[in-house]
């Protein structure tokens, strides 16, 4: 079984995330914008749908894609400590910066 990680490696998908994050799209507006061939972009579309990460739904004679926040829940874990961390750091930068005044 392919991981969130190991899906959202791949630049391409990164991408295509991206360009999702404005609302749903369909494949050959995303062509256009990736600069991908149809093909490709609809390999990584599957890939993508089959990890969770977006979802496909039918408008007329197309399909358009959206995102799955959702699906984003293993990365969105895993990063949890770090931002608590940052959090952290920035307060003490904060409480430095006041003492200093």
């Known amino acids: 079984m392919t991981t969130t990680f190991e899906v959202v ?4 998908r990164r991408e295509i995330l ?14 256009r914008e990736t600069g991908l061939s149809q093909p490709n972009t609809s390999r990584h579309l ?5 990890a969770g990460l977006v979802d496909s739904r039918p408008d007329g004679q197309r399909r358009l894609y959206e995102l799955r926040p959702e699906g984003l829940t293993e990365i969105e874990r895993w990063l949890a400590p770090y931002r608590l961390m940052w959090r952290r750091g920035l307060a003490d930068l904060e409480r ?3 003492e200093e005044e």
């Open 9 to 12: 490696a791949e630049p391409a």
């Open 18 to 31: 991206d360009l999702l994050l404005d609302g749903a799209r369909p494949v050959g507006e995303l062509v």
């Open 46 to 50: 599957r890939v993508l749908r089959e």
């Open 96 to 98: 430095h910066l006041d």
